[in-house]
RNA sequence: GGGCGAUUAGCUCAGUUGGUUAGAGCGCUUCGUUUACACCGAAGAGGCCAUAGGUUCGAAUCCUAUAUCGCCCACCA
C-alpha cells in the first residue's frame, strides 16, 4: 500500500519535478525519437524590461500545453524560447532609473549608455527566463535566442543588405511621426490616438483674405502653404487656383494657393481647411498630389523655428496662445469653441507626436520586385510581387490559417491601408542600421567596409524588423542550417491579438521575402486577460493578478488551468483568484483519486483491463469518449473544450460515479482484480491526457507510480498519448 | 466615418459543422464529519439563450433589422 500525504502541496514538488525534466534533455527535440516529424513552436520573446505578468502566463500556458501534448504523440517537438530587446522600451526604462540619479543618456554618451542598458537587460532576462520556467514551460534553453545577440545581428544585416539591393529599404527626406519626448521617429503601428478637449479657433489669416479656417493648431499656420475646399463647395469655387499672398502673419509671410480637394468635410468648421504639409501626415499627401511646398515651422524638441520674437523658440503650446491673441488683438479671430479632439500620442513614451519632415529609412510595401525563390501557394519563383502582394497572399491561400479566422478580415484590412513601414529609430538599443558613409559615398554590408573613415549610421532598427525574422533567425538563418531545414516552416504561431499588426504581419513579410516560406502554418491568437469584473488590470486600479503570487498560493497548475478553462480563442477573459482557487480544488481531486486507487492496489494489476460490470463499462465507454473529444479539440486548438471535457471525466464520471462503485467491487473476490485494473488504467490515462494543461501534479504523481514500480516510463512527459 | 465582436443562471463565461430535458466555475439554499477528498459529498433553487421578423421537420446556433455594450482602424483640420 501506497501512502500519499492527504492534500497535494504543489510548491512541495514543483521545483523538483521541474528538475528532472531538465536533466532528463528531453526539452530538446535532439534527445527524442529522430525518425519523428517536427513540430515547433517559436516563443514570442518577452521584453526584457520587466517581469512576468499574467499575459506571459497565458502564452506559456497555452503553448506548453499543445508543445507537451505533440511531444507526447511522438513528435520531435521543439520549443524554441528567446527574449526580446524592445528597443524605445528597454532604453526608456534605463533613461527613468538614471534619471533617479539625475543621469541622462547624453552624459553617459552612447558606449557608457549603452554598457548600462545590456546590464539592466541581462538582469531582467534572468528574472523573466526563470520565472517562464516556473511556469513548467518545456522549452528548449539550449537554442535559446536573443534579438539582439550576434547571431540575431547577422540576420538582421543579411535581410537588411538583402532588402536595401533589391531596392525595397530606402532613405528619404518625408513627413515622419516624431515622438518629441522619446526624441525619436516612429511608425505608424505605434501611435495611439488619446481624446482630449481643444480649441477649435475660426479665423482669417488676414483682413482681406476671402476664406476663414478652422484650426486646433494656430501654431502650425505659419507653415501653412495653401487652404483646401471640397471641389464641389460652391461658396469657394471661384477662389480655386488663387494663390493669395499674407504680407504679415505673426510675422511670417504667406503665400497661400487655394485648392480643391475630395479630402475636405464641407460640414465641418468653414469647409476651408489651412494646409500644413511639413507637420501634418494628411496635408502631406495633400501636398503631393497638389505640388505644394513644405515649410517646416517646429523642431525635433517640439519649438517654433519662426514667426515674430514672442513666438520663435517657444513650445507649441505657448505659441498656440500668443498666435490666438494676436488674432484677437487683430480681429481676425471669428470664433472659438471648446471641441473633443483625437491626438496623436507615442505608444511608448505618451508623448505628443509632432509630425515633420525628416529623412529616414523605410520599407517599400508597394513597391514591385522578384522574388527569387518561393514555397508560396500562388506564386511561382522568380515572380514580380511586391511585399504587400506577399502578406496578403498567404492569408488568401490559407497556406496559413488564422484562428480566430475573424482575424484575417482585420488583417486585409490593415495591409490595404498600410503605408510604407519607418524602420529607422533615434536610439541607441537596438540593431544599428548596416550603412556607412564617407563623404558621399554610401555602402550598405553585412560587415563593415574595409578602409579609414567610413561613418556607420547613427540610428538604430526598429525592435520590430528583428522581431519579424524571428521564426528562421532562431533557427540559424542566413546558414542553411539543420534547424532551419528541419524546423521551418514552423506549426504554431501563438499570441495575443493586440500585435496582429505589430509582430504577426511583419513576420509574414520578412520571413516570405528572406526565406521564399511561410514563418508558420497557423496563428493561435489569444484575448487579453482581465480582473474579475472585465476591467484592464492596471496599477492604478489595484486589481493586478500577479501569476507568481498565484502559483505559490495555488500551485502553478491551478492557474494554468484557470487560464484555459472556460475561455475561447481570441477572446477576452475574466480572471478572478476564486476561479484559480477552484481550479486548485480540482488538482486536490486528482490528488485524492490517485489515493483512493493506490491504498486499493495490490501491486501492479495484471488482470486485463475487462469489463465485468455495467460500471466498468460505462466508465471505460466514457474514457474512450474522452480521450477523442479532448483529442480533437486539442488538434483544432479548442484548449478549453479539452480542458472541460477532461475535468468532467474526472470529477463527474471517474471520481463521483465510478470510485463509489468500485468500493463494493473491490469487497467481491470475482470483481476485485478487474476492478484493480479498470481503476488503474483510468488513473493512469487520465494522468496522461491532464498532463499537458496540469504537468507539475500530474508528473508529481507519476513519479509515485515510477518509485513504486507500477509504471515503466520513467517520465510522464513523454509517456505515449492515449489512442484508445 | 469604416471594420470586428458581444448580448446565455446572482457574477464571469463555455456551448465543435443547427438535432433529444441549454452547461461550467464562483456564489446561494438544505442535509451530511460512512476510512480518497470538508480543498468534500448528496439534493436543490435559478435561464421564454437582448428584441422583432425570417429560413427549417427542428434555431442559443443560419439570415435580416433594431437596441445596448466593447474593441480595432481612420483622424473633423
Redesign the pocket.
Given at each position: 500500500m501506497i501512502e500519499l500525504e492527504?492534500?497535494?502541496?504543489a510548491s512541495e514538488h514543483e521545483q523538483t519535478i521541474y528538475k528532472l525534466w531538465l536533466d532528463s534533455g528531453k526539452f530538446n527535440p535532439d534527445n527524442l525519437e529522430e525518425a519523428a516529424e517536427p513540430f515547433t513552436i517559436i516563443m514570442p520573446p518577452p521584453n526584457v524590461t520587466g517581469t512576468l505578468h499574467v499575459g506571459h502566463a497565458l502564452f506559456v500556458t497555452i503553448q506548453d500545453t499543445l508543445i507537451r501534448r505533440k511531444r507526447m504523440q511522438g513528435y520531435k517537438a521543439l520549443w524554441l524560447p528567446g527574449t526580446d530587446h524592445a528597443a524605445i522600451a528597454t532604453q526608456s526604462k534605463v533613461e527613468k532609473l538614471l534619471f533617479k540619479y539625475g543621469i541622462r543618456r547624453s552624459d553617459l554618451g552612447r558606449e557608457q549608455f549603452l554598457k548600462k542598458v545590456e546590464e539592466f537587460a541581462q538582469e531582467s532576462h534572468d528574472t523573466i527566463i526563470n520565472q517562464l520556467k516556473g511556469m513548467g514551460a518545456s522549452a528548449d534553453w539550449s537554442r535559446e535566442a536573443y534579438t539582439l545577440d550576434e547571431p540575431r545581428e547577422k540576420a538582421v544585416r543579411t535581410a537588411f543588405k538583402s532588402m536595401y539591393d533589391d531596392g525595397l529599404i530606402y532613405q528619404e527626406n518625408k513627413v515622419i511621426n516624431w515622438d518629441v519626448k522619446g526624441q525619436t521617429v516612429i511608425s505608424?503601428?505605434e501611435?495611439?490616438?488619446v481624446e482630449r478637449d481643444?480649441k477649435?479657433y475660426t479665423f482669417k489669416y488676414s483682413h482681406d483674405f476671402p476664406i476663414a479656417?478652422?484650426?486646433?493648431?494656430p501654431e502650425t499656420k505659419l507653415g501653412d502653404t495653401a487652404v483646401a475646399v471640397h471641389p464641389d463647395d460652391k461658396r469657394y469655387q471661384q477662389f480655386i487656383g488663387q494663390t493669395i499672398e499674407v504680407e504679415d502673419f505673426c510675422g511670417e509671410k504667406l503665400s497661400l494657393k487655394i485648392i480643391a480637394d475630395e479630402?475636405?468635410?464641407?460640414e465641418?468648421?468653414?469647409?476651408?481647411?489651412?494646409v500644413t504639409p511639413a507637420h501634418?501626415?494628411?496635408d502631406a499627401e495633400m501636398a503631393e498630389r497638389n505640388n505644394l511646398p513644405f515649410i517646416q515651422v517646429i523642431n525635433e524638441f517640439g519649438k517654433m523655428t519662426v514667426g515674430s520674437p514672442e513666438i520663435i523658440d517657444t513650445k507649441t503650446t505657448v505659441a498656440r496662445e500668443v498666435i490666438a491673441d494676436w488674432l484677437k488683438q487683430n480681429n481676425l479671430l471669428e470664433k472659438e469653441e471648446d471641441?473633443k479632439?483625437?491626438v496623436?500620442t507615442a505608444e511608448r513614451t505618451g508623448g505628443i507626436i509632432e509630425p515633420l519632415p525628416k529623412k529616414q529609412w523605410f520599407i517599400a510595401v508597394n513597391k514591385p520586385f522578384i522574388l527569387k525563390h518561393s514555397e508560396l501557394d500562388g506564386i511561382e519563383s522568380g515572380q514580380e510581387v511586391t511585399l504587400k502582394q506577399l502578406m496578403k497572399q498567404v492569408i488568401q491561400s490559407s497556406q496559413i490559417s488564422v484562428n480566430p479566422d475573424?482575424f484575417s478580415?482585420?488583417y486585409f484590412?490593415?495591409i490595404d491601408?498600410l503605408r510604407d513601414w519607418c524602420i529607422s529609430r533615434q536610439i541607441w538599443y537596438g540593431h544599428r542600421i548596416p550603412v556607412w558613409y564617407k563623404g558621399a559615398e554610401t555602402y550598405c554590408g553585412v560587415e563593415a567596409p574595409d578602409g579609414d573613415g567610413w561613418e556607420q549610421d547613427p540610428d538604430t532598427l526598429d525592435t520590430w524588423f528583428s522581431s519579424g525574422l524571428w521564426t528562421f533567425s532562431t533557427l540559424g538563418w542566413p546558414d542553411q542550417t539543420k534547424d532551419l531545414k528541419t524546423f521551418h516552416p514552423t506549426d504554431v504561431l501563438e499570441t495575443g491579438y493586440?500585435i496582429l499588426?505589430f509582430w504577426i504581419a511583419r513576420m509574414i513579410l520578412m520571413s516570405t521575402y528572406n526565406t521564399g516560406q511561410i514563418p508558420f502554418k497557423n496563428i493561435y491568437l489569444h484575448g487579453m486577460v482581465?480582473d474579475?469584473?472585465?476591467r484592464k488590470m492596471s496599477k492604478s486600479l489595484g486589481n493586478i493578478i500577479d501569476p507568481l503570487d498565484m502559483n505559490e498560493k495555488y500551485g502553478t497548475d491551478a492557474l494554468r488551468f484557470a487560464l484555459i478553462?472556460?475561455?475561447?480563442p481570441g477572446?477576452?477573459?475574466?480572471l478572478?483568484e476564486?476561479?484559480i482557487?477552484?481550479?486548485?480544488?480540482f488538482?486536490?481531486?486528482i490528488w485524492?483519486?490517485s489515493?483512493?486507487v493506490l491504498?486499493n492496489l495490490e501491486g501492479k494489476p495484471n488482470a486485463e483491463v475487462e469489463p465485468q460490470t455495467d460500471a466498468d463499462k460505462l466508465i471505460l465507454e466514457q474514457l474512450k469518449e474522452t480521450i477523442t473529444?479532448s483529442t480533437?479539440?486539442l488538434d483544432?486548438f479548442?484548449l478549453?473544450?479539452a480542458a472541460?471535457k477532461l475535468?468532467?471525466f474526472v470529477?463527474h464520471d471517474f471520481?463521483?460515479v465510478y470510485?463509489?462503485a468500485s468500493?463494493s467491487q473491490l469487497e467481491n473476490e470475482s470483481t476485485r482484480t478487474s476492478t484493480q485494473a479498470i481503476l488503474f488504467h483510468c488513473l493512469t490515462t487520465s494522468f496522461k491526457l491532464l498532463h499537458p494543461f496540469m504537468p507539475f501534479l500530474t508528473e508529481t504523481l507519476w513519479q509515485t507510480l515510477y518509485n513504486n514500480q507500477l509504471v515503466e516510463e520513467p517520465l510522464l512527459m513523454i509517456a505515449k498519448w492515449p489512442t484508445e
Open positions: 492527504k492534500n497535494y502541496n505608424d503601428d501611435v495611439v490616438h481643444a477649435l479656417i478652422a484650426t486646433t493648431r479630402h475636405i468635410d464641407p465641418f468648421g468653414t469647409g476651408a481647411l489651412g501634418s501626415m494628411v471641441i479632439q483625437n496623436a475573424r478580415k482585420t484590412h490593415w491601408n493586440d499588426f482581465r474579475d469584473k472585465n478553462f472556460n475561455t475561447a477572446t477576452d477573459m475574466a478572478a476564486n476561479k482557487k477552484g481550479m486548485k480544488h488538482g486536490n481531486k485524492n483519486i489515493r483512493f491504498a473529444i480533437k479539440a483544432e479548442r478549453h473544450e472541460q475535468y468532467d470529477w471520481a463521483d470510485l463509489e468500493k
